[in-house]
């Protein structure tokens, strides 16, 4: 084989591993990412239903509930419009309570319970996971513009003028 023609195969076989090691990176990154959902949109079915995902929120004022026998616990996230049910078996974080943030991942059951493998909580009085806080202003303001609306339509009783 001339000089020019070996140059010329080991450059297309460079690229050609560089290429399947690129794709072999990208496909490991794909299955370790972990989205981050709200309970509206968990709800609205925008989470995926075969792979773990993160919800986030807070923690349902009344929702805790412990098992005396197991570590188990089941409480709910809300975003304050919509909730969705949780159990996570094992020890939860120190700062977990009700009425504060949370982000729980794992998976969504056919029965629309989240189980969780990990619970997050906040770490100070003034922190939020930024997903969690956005989540919780998306649905406030959600909240805000369906009250505004109801409250804008016009009811009219009979014999009423103008």
């Known amino acids: 084989m001339k000089p020019r ?4 195969m080991a450059v297309v076989l460079a690229l050609a591993a560089l290429g399947v090691a690129s794709a072999l990176v990208l496909r490991a990154f794909q ?18 239903q075969e792979r773990s995902f993160r919800i ?6 009344g929702s805790i509930v412990r098992d005396e026998k ?9 975003d ?3 909730t969705i049910p949780v159990t996570y078996t094992g020890l939860l974080p120190d700062l977990f309570k009700e009425g504060k ?18 619970v997050l909580a906040k770490h100070d009085e003034n922190y939020m996971p930024p997903e969690a806080a956005e989540a ?6 959600h909240k805000e513009q369906s009250t505004a609306t109801l409250s804008m339509t016009p009811s009219t009783s009979a014999g009423a003028k103008p």
């Open 70 to 78: 197991s570590l188990t616990v089941r409480f709910a996230v809300t």
């Open 101 to 118: 943030g949370v982000v729980a991942e794992g998976k969504l059951g056919t029965d629309g319970l989240f189980h969780a493998n990990q």
């Open 136 to 141: 919780l202003k998306n649905a406030a303001a």
């Open 56 to 61: 986030g929120g807070l923690v349902e004022q």
């Open 31 to 48: 299955s370790n990412l972990v989205f981050f959902f709200s309970p509206s949109q968990v709800m609205a079915k925008e989470a995926p």
């Open 5 to 8: 023609t070996k140059r010329a």
């Open 80 to 82: 304050l419009a919509h």
